[in-house]
């Protein structure tokens, strides 16, 4: 019942943290870069800083649907943040850049998870129905929910091991931003709470995985029992 309780309350922080994210970069948006970029002319620049002529930076739709794709090196920017002049989409622009130049450096964080995609892929489509199948046959055989939790232990590795990947991609757009004189100081305050309340959603979900890990598991211990 503890376990169950804490997985709860992670679905709870996680949907907390989301809504203040959501608030800061509402906030953060409103505020015009002095600098007068857009979205797209940091992603830009930042590329061409750091050497790389093969990443292309696009246009998507959404809200926070920003990403960076390594498989057609694409540099994915939502509408809110690929033409608006904030502190937030200067952030945003600079964080996605930050992966594109994980990949070209070859960041070791970043070729672990990507080597982790075609496995995971598998695993999401068919993890929740063999964990459903191994609850109802839990009294008559542990099989199906033993390799239910296998297949989730292994979500919840890539939710941790995309951590690194993501934090260093905001350190590095956080210094290429400052050197570059993209933000005042001022600004640079704004990004970095940005990124830090992004950076926040990715250890909740983390954590969140562990936990409902933690509860899969208890529940063969104590069939065991």
Not at 93 to 110: D, N, P, R, T
Not at 122 to 136: D, E, K, N, T
Not at 155 to 173: G, Y
């Amino acid at each position: 019942m503890g376990i169950y309780i804490i997985v709860i309350a992670f679905m709870l922080l996680s949907m907390g943290v989301s809504a203040r994210l959501k608030s800061k970069f509402k906030k953060y948006s409103q505020t015009p870069l002095s600098s007068g970029l857009t979205g797209r002319e940091v992603a830009e620049m930042m590329l061409h800083d750091n050497g790389i002529t093969d990443v292309k930076v696009m246009s998507v739709a959404g809200r926070l649907t920003d990403h960076y794709n390594p498989a057609d090196k694409t540099v994915n920017l939502s509408e809110y943040v690929y033409e608006a002049r904030s502190a937030a989409a200067a952030a945003v622009a600079a964080h996605e850049c930050g992966h594109a130049v994980q990949h070209a450096k070859a960041y070791s964080f970043l070729k672990f998870r990507s080597a982790m995609v075609p496995a995971l892929s598998i695993a999401s489509r068919y993890m929740q129905w063999i964990i459903l199948i191994g609850i109802f046959m839990l009294q008559t055989t542990p099989v199906p929910l033993t390799i239910g939790v296998a297949l989730f232990g292994l979500t919840t590795l890539f939710s941790f091991i995309t951590l690194p990947v993501e934090f260093d991609a905001s350190k590095r757009a956080l210094a290429w931003i400052d050197e570059r004189g993209i933000v005042t100081s001022q600004e640079h305050g704004m990004a970095k709470d940005a990124l830090k309340w992004a950076a926040l959603t990715y250890v909740v979900a983390a954590l969140g995985s562990l936990a409902t890990l933690l509860y899969y598991v208890s529940l063969l211990m104590g069939r065991r029992d």
